[in-house]
């Protein structure tokens, strides 16, 4: 921070606008000169105020005190504001920090605080950052600046240790940017331990699994329900099989209530047949003496026909039949004779013969009786006509006797197959009222078996759901801790970077800490040598490596503490201190109020001479005492010098620059 | 003024005993004053030290 110019209005006990320029230069010491009262101090207050909004009193930076900010004489022109600007150039950038405070309108009197509105612009290459000065927090920090801008009178303190005097030499050389690194890397390996915990117990992770138990946990109940359907679906089934196996049994009822039936037509059918039978016997019947008629007629015919054709001829010829006596005796010993109501014994005899030849022949041939004994030609006619051959008549009697031989067989049979069938029947018959039981019970089964055979469906389909959705989750779950797993193992990686880096810059801070006290303390120590008129007694300083605390180094190694020095000691070595802390950086502005006010001359001298070393500009704020003509002679480097001057009416002072 | 002033030679040594890369150590010990927003600076230490 390379101060270039300051500038104050009515600032305290400046009256108007006052400047004071640095250049860069020939020369890079700038003397303010004033007696004491004339507003030395002011001039470092007014920077501090300009730059940090608070009053440095003696050691202590303090609020704002209003109005008595504000010059009385300005005041009471009616002039109630003052301004302070400090511009200063750094790492290349022009900076300006301004800061004014000015009575509120229509306040005729302003005396408080609330009073006056304080006013702040800060400007980096002319870019009006209006009150955010973070910037200059960070370039130059306000402990940092009581290095640099210092009164005399106190400045014994830097000698002695202060419980922060590391910490603030420390901001001074730049490590807390490397304690802030440090700060950072520790959040940050925190953000990854947080991140660690985090995949190490992901919710997403723990949720999936909470899912997958959950639904793993219905998979098991579905699959216990879709076991219990099944069960119930198979006992469905079972006893379906059994009702279908008794209506089987039924249908086995059913078969002998059918064979029964078509048993019972059957016979009905032979009851039939025989009824035909019966019929065409007795139409047969009915013919069989046309039949033995016509036999007789025939042989009659071949037998007598020859002998006697023509008395038989003539006989019926005569129109009426022989006498039957007579015609049966011309008929006898043809084996055939007819009865007649006039029959006498022996043609009842013959008759009789007949008759059981005939039955021999015919079987079935009942007694035969006639009441006609005697014909007409019309009758032997159709007797004739009718009458068959024994052959036909034979194939008759057999066809007759071969239909009742099956009817009696079948009758038997059927009759037969019949009480077997009514006794299955009688058997099964207990059977046929439960068979309404089973087919509506079979009924009901089958109504259940759709039922359970649809909750089976739904629960299949449920389940398939289920487990397509474990499968998913598995999925996810597996892909979660393949992630997981090479995300703890990112992570801990990570850790371990940033616990190295940690240890790493630890050891920097600790190193550069070290390099730059032993730094400080050589420059620190050259300066000092070079100012005390001990030179053989105290061969330099010391800095405690922890404290930070100066001590003198004397001949054989002993360390003197500040405390143990004069006041003029103490003062050369605390300027020393900070002129090897200034000199360490390298750059920058060193404000110093009354430096020499402890210093007896030899020291005094000795300072005068060093002053231009020790920064890139010094700003000497000065009596006539402190510096008199002789120790002029004395600094070198002087670029500019200004008076204070000051109006004893008005009681306020002006600066000006003199040649 | 305040700056950073980490001597090479250190940041070297104390890179290769912490098996930090130097490339790393420069930008974290540099970073205060490329990057003054924390959060800006947070994020790039994060990619440094979680190997992005």
């Not at chain 1, 005939?358 to 006509?385: C, F, H, K, P």
Request: proline share 3%.
């Amino acid at each position: 921070m390379l101060i270039q110019s300051l500038e104050l209005e009515n600032f305290k006990v400046f009256h108007g606008p006052n400047r004071i320029a640095i250049t860069q230069g020939p020369g890079n010491v700038v003397v303010v000169q004033g007696d004491n009262g004339r507003g030395k101090s002011t001039i470092m207050e007014a920077v501090f105020w300009c730059l940090y909004g608070k009053e440095k009193r003696h050691d202590r930076l303090v609020p704002t005190q209003y109005p008595n900010i504000v010059n009385n004489t300005a005041r009471k022109e009616g002039q109630n504001f003052a301004r302070v600007k400090v511009g200063f150039e750094h790492d290349g950038k022009s900076i300006e920090v301004e800061r004014s405070v000015r009575a509120r309108p229509h306040i005729p009197n302003p005396a408080r605080k609330s009073d006056f509105e304080e006013e702040m612009h800060f400007k980096v290459d002319g870019s009006d950052l209006g009150e955010d000065n973070s910037l200059l927090y960070e370039i130059f920090p306000e402990d940092v600046a009581n290095f640099f801008f210092f009164d005399g009178e106190t400045i014994s303190r830097y000698a002695e240790a202060q419980e922060n005097n590391r910490e603030t030499v420390e901001k001074a050389l730049g490590l807390p940017y490397l304690r802030q690194a440090r700060e950072d890397i520790e959040k940050v390996r925190k953000e990854f331990e947080k991140d660690l915990r985090d995949v190490q117990s992901s919710p997403e992770t723990e949720k999936t699994e909470q899912e997958l138990k959950l639904l793993r946990g219905q998979a098991v109940e579905h699959v216990t329900r879709l076991n219990e359907q099944e069960a119930q679906l198979e006992c469905i089934n079972n006893d379906i099989r059994q009702h279908q196996r008794n209506l089987e049994e039924f249908d086995d009822l059913r078969g002998i209530q059918q064979r029964i039936q078509e048993l019972e037509e059957f016979s009905l059918e032979l009851d039939r047949e025989e009824t035909a039978m019966l019929s065409s016997e007795e139409t047969f019947k009915a013919e069989v003496p046309w039949l033995i008629l016509g036999k007789f007629v025939r042989g009659a015919v071949e037998t007598v026909g020859r002998v006697k054709e023509q008395a038989v001829q003539e006989r019926i010829e005569q129109g009426r039949l022989m006498d039957q006596v007579e015609f049966m005796k011309d008929l006898k010993g043809s084996g055939i004779c007819i009865c007649g109501n006039e029959m006498d014994a022996e043609g009842l005899g013959h008759i009789d013969e007949v008759l059981e030849k005939l039955n021999g022949a015919l079987g079935t041939i009942q007694v035969i009786e006639t009441d006609r004994y005697s014909w007409t030609q019309s009758d032997l006619t159709t007797a004739m006509s009718k009458a068959r051959s024994v052959d036909e008549e034979q194939r008759n009697i057999h066809g007759l006797e071969a239909k009742r031989r099956y009817l009696d067989d079948n009758r038997a049979r059927v009759s037969k197959a019949l009480e077997r069938e009514t006794e299955s029947m009688r058997v099964h018959s207990a059977q046929n009222l439960r068979e309404k039981e089973v087919f509506e019970r079979l009924t009901q089964l089958t109504k259940e078996k759709a039922v359970v055979q649809s909750k089976l469906d739904e629960i299949r389909d449920i389940l398939n759901v289920t487990r397509r959705q474990v499968s998913e989750l598995e999925r996810q779950l597996e892909i979660s801790f393949s992630k997981k797993s090479s995300a703890s193992r990112d992570l801990l990686e990570s850790i371990g970077r940033s616990n190295r880096a940690l240890k790493a810059v630890d050891e920097i801070i600790d190193r550069s800490a070290e390099l730059k006290r032993a730094e400080i303390e050589m420059r620190s120590s050259k300066i000092y040598t070079s100012i005390t008129n001990k030179p053989r007694e105290f061969i330099g300083l010391s800095i405690d490596p922890q404290s930070f605390e100066v001590k003198v180094r004397a001949e054989g190694g002993d360390l003197v503490e500040s405390k143990k020095l004069s006041d003029g000691e103490r003062h050369v070595m605390a300027l020393s201190f900070l002129g090897g802390l200034k000199d360490s950086t390298h750059e920058g502005t060193l404000i110093m109020d009354s430096p020499f006010g402890r210093l007896d001359q030899t020291h005094k001298t000795r300072l005068i001479e060093k002053i231009p070393e020790l920064a890139q500009n010094v700003v000497l704020l000065v009596t006539d005492e402190d510096l008199r003509p002789d120790d002029w002679k004395n600094l070198s480097n002087v670029q500019r010098k200004f008076m204070l001057d000051h109006d004893q009416v008005q009681k306020y002072s002006r600066i000006q620059e003199v040649n | 003024m305040p700056q950073v002033l980490v001597d090479p030679a250190l940041l070297s040594e104390v890179s290769r005993k912490h098996k930090v890369s130097e490339e790393t150590l420069f930008k974290i010990v540099s970073a205060e004053k490329s990057m003054p927003v924390r959060t800006a600076r947070l994020k790039e230490f994060k990619k440094l030290l979680g190997g992005v």
